[in-house]
């Protein structure tokens, strides 16, 4: 059920405009995803054809983990990219280190949907009842109510961090930009997944009509959401800043050897940088 009053987070008004450059923008996403929140995953499960998970385990994969990696997925959502780098590191992580994966966002009814996943999640319900094998699978991922531009992390503190599809959802993705730096140990990698405008002019077309005409309809009926938020979803990605610009605001904090991942035929992209 929508967890929020259906107050428009976004009108078509606010979105005649760039939405990126709205005063109020990161409370109208945080009242948009609050509002979303109970049929988030069944969106994006239907509406990337299943492959969203593939995109987040590509992002976990291209981040070459170590077993003692310390793991901070910002705006964590409903926890899918958390969860996916706990499924990659708990089998060489065990016993595993309480607190090695953190998941941070800002929207509670996001944050309680990751916690009640990962609950139920297998590794934890296999573990559980093992205390010789595991103390404590639970705590491997701890679930946190932060800002990404205010991390409530101590600097060189993580060996990566990573956001799925977030970034493009904070008010100032500079001021992030600069937090996952400031939170990264020397050698720590950052990874972001995010969606992009294909440059095959033909899958360019589809992507935008089924983008922007087909799934701000079909979403919101499955979400029975008057947030606005599968309309702000379209124009949030057209107006936001391309993979040059993305490489660009990476090197701006310090970062190095940027490399970009397309998937799916460069609906999503995935980024690596590295602080040295
Ligand atoms: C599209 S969802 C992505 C969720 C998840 N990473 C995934 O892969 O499905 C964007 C998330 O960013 C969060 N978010 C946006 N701005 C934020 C901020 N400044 N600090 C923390 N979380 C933020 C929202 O609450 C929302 O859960």
Redesign the pocket.
């Known amino acids: 059920m929508p967890t929020e009053t259906q107050t428009p987070a976004w009108t078509d008004a606010d979105l005649s405009a760039n939405p990126h450059a709205n005063a109020d923008k ?1 409370k109208r ?2 009242r948009m ?1 609050a509002s979303i929140a109970h049929a988030y995953d069944l969106n ?1 499960r239907l509406h990337s054809m299943w492959r969203d998970q593939a995109w ?1 385990r590509a992002a976990v994969k291209m981040v070459e983990l170590k077993p003692s990696d310390r793991v901070l997925d ?5 926890g ?2 958390a969860i996916a780098f706990a499924e990659a590191l708990y089998p060489q992580a065990l016993p595993g280190v309480p607190g090695q994966v953190t998941g ?4 509670l009814p ?1 944050l309680t949907r990751a916690y009640d996943k990962w609950y139920s999640h297998g590794i934890v319900e296999h573990y559980h009842d093992d205390p010789d094998t595991n103390p404590g699978a639970e705590g491997f991922i701890q679930w946190c109510q ?4 205010y991390l409530p992390i101590p600097d060189k503190s993580v060996d990566v961090v990573s956001i ?3 970034i493009r ?3 100032d993705p500079a001021a ?1 930009m600069r937090e996952f730096y400031r939170v990264l140990r020397p050698g720590g990698r950052v990874i972001i997944l995010e969606f992009s405008t294909p440059t095959n002019p033909v899958i360019r077309f589809f992507d935008r009509v089924y983008r922007e005409r087909v799934m701000p309809i079909t979403a919101s009926l499955i979400a029975r959401d008057k947030s606005g938020a599968y309309k702000y979803l379209p124009k949030s990605v057209s107006t936001f800043i391309d993979r040059a610009g993305m490489v660009e605001s990476m090197r701006a904090v310090g970062f190095t050897d940027p490399t970009i991942k397309t998937l799916t035929f460069g609906v999503a992209v995935c980024y690596r940088g590295v602080k040295v």
Not at 74 to 78: E, K, L, S
Request: charged fraction near 15%; include cysteine; charge should be negative.
């Open positions: 990161a996403v945080e995803f994006n987040r910002v705006a964590c959502g409903t899918d990219l941070i966002d800002f929207t996001m932060g800002d990404a531009m799925a599809f977030g959802n904070v008010a992030a």
